[in-house]
């Protein structure tokens, strides 16, 4: 039997973090707030949460795919944004939908539209219900009378392998380690993980164009989509499987990113790897951050393309074990399925060497798996279990990532740290707490993702992270960044979205909502307002 998803916190029942993890979190809290005891509240149990009565049934045609179960219900209130934690805390799951729909085809996804429009009934897609910028609770607006949740679990298939051109067509809803271990017998990966990689599937990385492992080069969801079908309200979209084409706008450009507000990806043709066989990596540590970023620099203008290629500042790296604050870090690695990657590795060491880099934690193909470079990935993986311990704690955590170009870094970086440490400072009264490091990189400029830390008053967390996060965003679109690089927009990062993106752009963005939704059933409030 498969283990349960929880209501509350990261992943299924049973799993979490271990009680050395608890551990490190509590006295590295302890630590940055200066205190030993924090208050705590506990979270509301299952038996204890209260659902409205479901305000619509589903037709006999529908009624063996769709829920109104308790449970069910509760899983598809909330996903993984601060705000979604706060709720689910208190037991506060008002939000929660009518329906769960688990459509087996397409046939039934446009069946659950049809319906669902028949009986005004909002419809927001779920993917993996991991989101952590608010995409996934349903709303219900514009005279709406219920909220349907659409669950794509029950499509999670690698459909057909083509090896000659080395792609594969794959269901929208199958989540990643289904996905990976369907390709390995063909000896292929699409090699794209996302922190989220467990708990959340293929049509969802599209949908808010998700990155993934590689931190150069195919960076992401974007640049593995060979093509696309989509169920919309109005009928079946399928753009041609091609290398590329230059007939115009493209159609799959259309899609990806859309976060669902045109229509369900129910198949796509990706592009995939040959399974890594060569591999080389470990840890470069530098005097402070900006020496880092200039070494990042130079490897990412060499046109090496290491799969990994990410740096910590050195609050970052002792934060995640890798460090003890003295230094930063580089994690560097390259993998290939094709050849020896050490010349490679040589020539990336040394740029790393021409701005002060000492490699001695380098190494060949299980490096990435020991020393600093293993305890960083090991927290990378770990963290998404660490809030709903914190959270409890009454402390306010959170990320966001953006990106910019090389000759803006470092002003940008130190505007944005400045102006989320000093809202952190007047919200709790602390000192801000506030770190960074590059997840991705680009020739032309990498993409900084910050963490900030605060103790928050219960009752008022979800306030107070709100005021902290509109400050450091107002910084982010002020200096010159995006909004997000690959988080997503939401409904937690749209007043932002709507800055950033050109009115004209915004007026063509509606104009295909009408076409393709015309009742606006899809995910009311991300990207646009029908």
């Known amino acids: 039997m498969a283990a349960r998803r929880k209501y509350f916190g990261w992943g299924s029942e049973g799993e979490g973090l271990s009680e050395d993890e608890k551990a490190f979190a509590l006295e590295t809290n302890r630590a940055r707030f200066g205190r030993t005891d924090f208050e705590t509240v506990a979270v509301a149990k299952e038996a204890d949460i209260r659902l409205a009565a479901p305000r619509l049934a589903p037709p006999a045609s529908l009624a063996a795919i769709c829920s109104s179960d308790h449970r069910d219900r509760l899983t598809h209130t909330y996903a993984q944004s601060f705000p979604d934690y706060v709720h689910a805390m208190a037991g506060d799951f008002s939000p929660a939908p009518d329906i769960v729909a688990t459509p087996r085809n397409e046939g039934e996804v446009a069946a659950v539209l049809d319906w669902a429009g028949g009986a005004q009934a909002s419809v927001t897609i779920y993917g993996g219900g991991s989101s952590v910028c608010g995409g996934t609770e349903p709303r219900i607006e514009r005279g709406q009378k219920a909220a349907v949740s659409l669950d794509m679990r029950g499509m999670g298939k690698v459909v057909e392998v083509d090896k000659t051109s080395r792609a594969a067509l794959i269901d929208g809803g199958t989540y990643g380690p289904a996905l990976e271990a369907q390709l390995k017998p063909h000896g292929v990966t699409l090699r794209h993980f996302p922190q989220s990689f467990e708990y959340s599937t293929l049509g969802g990385w599209i949908a808010t164009r998700s990155g993934g492992h590689f931190a150069t080069l195919y960076t992401h969801i974007d640049d593995l989509v060979e093509s696309l079908r989509i169920v919309t309200p109005k009928g079946l979209v399928e753009t041609r499987r091609l290398p590329g084409s230059g007939a115009g706008p493209s159609p799959d450009r259309m899609f990806i990113g859309s976060e669902g507000i045109l229509g369900v990806i129910t198949r796509a043709w990706v592009r995939l790897q040959d399974r890594p066989k060569f591999r080389a990596g470990g840890a470069v540590r530098f005097k402070d951050f900006f020496t880092a970023a200039r070494a990042l620099r130079a490897v990412s203008q060499s046109g090496l393309y290491p799969a990994n290629c990410r740096i910590l500042d050195p609050q970052e790296a002792k934060n995640t074990g890798a460090g003890d604050g003295s230094f930063a870090m580089m994690v560097l690695a390259f993998e290939s399925g094709d050849h020896d990657v050490t010349p490679w590795m040589a020539r990336a060491l040394e740029c790393c060497r021409d701005h002060g880099g000492d490699a001695g934690e380098i190494g060949g193909a299980d ?46 970086h130190d505007a944005v740290k400045d102006a989320t440490a000093q809202a952190v400072k007047d919200v709790s009264g602390q000192p801000g707490n506030v770190t960074c490091r590059v997840t991705h990189v680009y020739p032309d400029g990498p993409a900084p993702y910050f963490s900030f830390h605060a103790l928050g008053k219960h009752g008022q967390l979800a306030e107070q992270w709100l005021a902290i996060k509109s400050r450091a965003l107002d910084a982010v679109i002020d200096n010159g960044g995006t909004v997000t690089h690959h988080h997503a927009v939401g409904r937690d990062h749209r007043p932002w979205y709507d800055r950033q993106r050109p009115p004209l752009f915004a007026e063509a963005l509606r104009a295909a909502k009408k076409t393709l939704d015309p009742q606006g059933l899809l995910n009311a409030g991300v990207l646009i307002d029908v």
């Open 367 to 412: 490096a990435h798996r020991s020393g600093a470079a293993d305890r960083w990935r090991t927290a990378f993986i770990r963290m998404p279990y660490i809030r709903e311990v914190t959270l409890p704690m009454g402390i306010i955590d959170d990320t966001f990532e953006t990106s910019i170009t090389w000759d803006r870094f470092e002003a940008f």
